[in-house]
């Protein structure tokens, strides 16, 4: 069974950064592609940023030029590094996994809560 356990949320100002990091276990890391996903209250989850084995990478419009997502595959993490955060990025942010040739992510961490503030 696939596990995701993700850290680095916290509480920041407008303008700084955060890193989000999701260890997975369970499974062979390489046939996932791994995605961050978030919900802020009262709206639907969101997609933010995909990345695949070989690093390609997918962002939402919202994040673009502002967040990268990477993979270390050495080490089983993904991470979803968020520059130049502002309050609308405050929301819950999943980690989640899919494999290879499967449109539907299948796998969700905990969530990690990020809030900022203006």
């Known amino acids: 069974q696939v596990q995701l356990v993700e850290s680095g949320g916290g509480l920041v100002q407008a303008g700084d950064s955060l890193r989000l990091s999701c260890v997975f276990s369970?499974?062979?890391?390489?046939?996932?592609?791994m995605g961050w996903f978030r919900q802020a209250p009262g709206k639907e989850r969101e997609f933010v940023a995909a990345?695949?084995?070989?690093?390609?990478?997918n962002l939402a419009d919202s994040v673009k030029g502002r967040f990268t997502i990477s993979r270390d595959n050495a080490k089983n993490t993904v991470y979803l590094q968020m520059n130049s955060l502002k309050p609308e990025d405050t929301a819950v942010y999943y980690c989640?996994?899919?494999?290879?040739?499967?449109?539907?992510?299948?796998?969700w961490g905990q969530g990690t809560q990020v809030t900022v503030s203006s």
């Open positions: 989640a996994g899919r494999e290879s040739l499967v449109d539907r992510y299948d796998y």
């Open positions: 990345v695949t084995w070989g690093g390609n990478t």
């Open positions: 369970g499974r062979t890391f390489a046939r996932y592609v």
